[in-house]
């Protein structure tokens, strides 16, 4: 998701120095709340953070990834009873929403056989390829261009939407380029809403509720 977006912010801004830090969504959260970073991007335990201001950007699902010979692919419909009888490759625990595929599973009384886990869709799709197992990622990171020897699945009946959220910290100053960054990534974040929810945050008031009425876009690629 972020590439074109940060390509096109440094052209709009090329006085403005962007460095760009990975790590798990409990990392990168510490980061911001503790002020080594302006925002943290994320699917999972942003919220731990009661200093961070949360803001929702967009909806996802997954794909199930599978080689092109693969048996899934004559199922008229895949079901998650016919998914845990191969070994599985995803995300670790903690990573890109792992914790509501597990709760699927588990809401059906099933087992996945997860087999291997990495925190880079790239790396399970290489294992795939492998033939080590069963592929669900998030449906974003399959490129039907550079995955053309994979097949991908839509998984949207499987499993509950994912929301990956944006946080900053609360007293940011934000920069006029930071809601210009927010807006790119973002569209619904504007100006006004932003500051909406800097301002229930500073009185203590539920910033969810800024959001209760927004459209929360569904990423589709």
């Not at 090329?14 to 790590?23: I, T, W």
């Not at 900053?168 to 380029?177: A, I, Q």
Request: hydrophobic share 45%; charged share 20%; with cysteine.
């Amino acid at each position: 998701v972020l590439p074109p977006i940060i390509s096109r912010f440094m052209k709009s801004y090329p006085d403005v120095s962007l460095h760009m830090h990975q790590g798990t969504p409990a990392q990168i959260s510490e980061m911001c709340s503790d002020g080594v970073v302006d925002c943290a991007i994320a699917t999972e335990a942003l919220s731990q953070h009661a200093d961070l201001i949360m803001m929702p950007c967009y909806r996802w699902n997954r794909v199930v990834v599978v080689p092109k010979n693969h048996p899934l692919l004559s199922e008229s419909k895949l079901t998650l009873e016919r998914l845990a009888e191969h070994p599985i490759v995803t995300y670790v625990l903690g990573f890109t929403g792992r914790a509501k595929l597990d709760e699927a599973f588990s809401s059906k009384g099933l087992e996945p056989n997860v087999v291997f886990t990495a925190s880079d869709a790239d790396v399970i799709k290489t294992y795939v390829r492998l033939g080590l197992g069963v592929g669900i990622i998030a449906s974003m990171a399959f490129d039907p261009v550079r995955d053309s020897d994979l097949v991908a699945i839509p998984a949207t009946d499987l499993f509950p939407d994912a929301i990956t959220s944006i946080a900053l910290r609360k007293g940011t100053f934000m920069r006029g380029f930071m809601y210009e960054f927010l807006a790119e990534f973002a569209p619904h974040l504007t100006r006004d809403l932003v500051d909406e929810a800097f301002y229930s945050h500073a009185h203590r008031e539920d910033v969810s509720k800024v959001f209760a009425e927004v459209d929360i876009p569904r990423y589709t690629t």
